[in-house]
């Protein structure tokens, strides 16, 4: 049985990076005079999407954002990206609550750009699909766990405060985890973020271990934490879930693609001990177009595979209009 097309959905995990779809990215980056690796449009569109051959691993995924972060880095590509993104999510699955991820610093090209556009060209990008659907929407500003310095993370912390009040929900911190990355060096900047009215999520237990899970909540105290899986194999992990109320956002056919989740058996067992447990968590994306599915795929996947009963999905979608930072 698949969820009714008039049930409204709310989606709290999605980067923009992979949010949209392969016509616009080829139109955006031909009127910014970008110069791709390929003129052929379908080769293009295989560059950005999935593809489980070539996509062994989350560094294999996230190596894809090279291109389209390259390709949304100016201001009207952030804003017509943004639009796009929100507009689409309501049209093609009732999707009334979204929200949306990204690092503006990854889009500035290397400070060639100013940061600050970057940023309002997003908020105008979502005010005005906010304007033109019934959909609530809300940026959150990534931060790097791989590749960029602590001051580079502070300056994302302090743009995200500025413009808390123009659309600006939550700050994450995305991307593998780097060799001198260390959660409790940013335990100071969370609580900013969070005495600023900011929500707090953070990926951790995706494709490390469910210790990542266990620091990022002693050290960062998060209200969610993206993906989070790796808990299910430590009964501290989820303990400290459970008993600091955290929502987990869970990406299942990302998750599988990445091979962080070895197969359904892996991924039933995971919802196993979360539905157990008493574990709040929501179903994602992580990014549509790239990974060439949508938020109803993903409910009708979980469903049809017995991993998830109808009253679980419609109730972690419940809990995702409560546990969003969009208010």
Request: hydrophobic fraction near 40%; proline fraction near 4%; glycine fraction near 6%.
């Amino acid at each position: 049985m698949a969820i009714g097309a008039e049930e409204k959905l709310a989606e709290l995990h999605v980067h923009l990076g992979a949010s949209v779809d392969p016509a616009t990215m080829w139109e955006i980056a031909h009127s910014q005079g970008i110069k791709l690796p390929t003129k052929d449009y379908w080769k293009f569109a295989d560059l950005i999407t999935v593809n489980p051959n070539n996509v062994k691993s989350l560094e294999d995924y996230t190596a894809l954002f090279k291109w389209t972060e390259l390709i949304q880095s100016s201001p009207l590509a952030v804003e017509r990206a943004i639009y796009q993104t929100i507009a689409g999510a309501y049209r093609k699955n009732n999707i009334t609550l979204l929200e949306l991820r990204f690092n503006p610093m990854k889009r500035n090209r290397g400070g060639e750009q100013d940061l600050d556009q970057i940023i309002m060209a997003a908020t105008r990008g979502l005010d005005r699909a906010s304007m033109e659907y019934p959909i609530k929407a809300g940026i959150i500003i990534c931060l790097d766990k791989n590749t960029f310095t602590y001051k580079q993370n502070e300056v994302l912390v302090q743009k995200a405060i500025k413009y808390r009040e123009r659309g600006v929900v939550g700050i994450d911190m995305a991307d593998p985890i780097g060799p001198k990355f260390l959660y409790s060096d940013y335990k100071k900047l969370y609580k900013q973020a969070k005495d600023e009215g900011l929500g707090l999520t953070v990926h951790a237990g995706e494709n490390e271990g469910s210790n990542s899970v266990i620091e990022s909540i002693t050290n960062l105290e998060p209200d969610r934490i993206g993906h989070g899986i790796q808990s299910s194999d430590s009964e501290e992990a989820l303990d400290m879930i459970k008993d600091n109320k955290i929502t987990l956002e869970v990406c299942p056919t990302s998750n599988l693609h990445t091979r962080v989740v070895s197969g359904i058996p892996h991924m039933k067992k995971i919802f196993n001990k979360l539905n157990l447990k008493g574990i709040n968590y929501t179903i994602n994306t992580d990014g549509p177009e790239l990974l060439m599915t949508n938020l109803r795929n993903e409910i009708d996947f979980l469903m049809a595979k017995g991993i998830l009963t109808e009253e679980e999905v419609l109730r972690s979608n419940r809990h995702a209009f409560k546990a969003s930072f969009v208010k």
